[in-house]
């Protein structure tokens, strides 16, 4: 059994510790203290309470700008064979990229989560014959102009249609269902209103008997609601809380101590049990 299929057979929500090797983050690619910096920071999230560490090189923000593709690998998969070389947890990558996915396999990685759910060239190949999990995330348009003009005919039912697509093309390449998380994909071509729509039907999404992921973390329709402030914390805590309780097995965060604390509590309720 995988480890990321063991993890989730514990039946409690996972939380997946967001680690950016970006250069606007304090890793770079280069040196060797950054290096060490981006795993200390994976050894801390574990700490916290992560169950998966997900580690990007592409900023996937509104307006930024692509990666090319060796410096995509350069931040990436050092960091992937340093956090391996110190741990069992479990690790994803962030990337659309075929060669990155390639690589993150060999570097013993468990899962590529891709916000372009594997449509980019050479992708879907790679990552079927990596055998890792693939997260299917949903986004409306790319990301230089995803929020110019989101607009669906019926929100759920588009994303559900886009899921039944990105599945069947799944099945085509040769990888095996039960490797498969969803994500709706929270601020990837959504308005405010979508987004929150998404966290209070989620349980909708429930119907492809699939894990189910949600990244809410920080965003910015958390922060228009509780202001720009330190409030953005508590109230990522509590959409993650609301997420987990309409079903997500998966949430992707910055604040791991926090939310795992909360995530805790949620549980213990749930089976009225200490744990
Ligand atoms: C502050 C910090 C404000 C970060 C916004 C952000 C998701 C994801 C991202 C997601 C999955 C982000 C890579 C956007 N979001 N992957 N990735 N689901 N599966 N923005 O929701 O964190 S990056």
Partial sequence: MSRITGL???KRPLIMGILNVTPDSFYDGGRYNSLSAAKEHALQLLQQGADIID????STRPGANPVPE????DRVIPVIEAIRAETDVCISVDTSTASVMEQAAKADCDAVNDVRALTRNGAMPAAAASGLHVCLMHMQGQPQTMQEQPSYIDLVEDIKSFFIDRIEACRVAGINRKLLILDPGFGFGKTPEHNLMLINRLAEFQSFGLPLLVGLSRKSTIGMITGLSDARLSGSVAGAIVAVSHGANIVRVHDVA????????VHAIKSERLQ
Avoid at 55 to 58: D, H, I, K, L
Avoid at 70 to 73: A, P, S, T, V
Wanted: charged share 25%; glycine share 10%.
């Fill in 70 to 73: 060796q410096e995509e690998l």
């Fill in 258 to 265: 926090q939310t795992s604390a909360a995530l805790k509590v």
């Fill in 8 to 10: 989730l057979a514990e």
């Fill in 55 to 58: 580690v990007g090189g592409e």
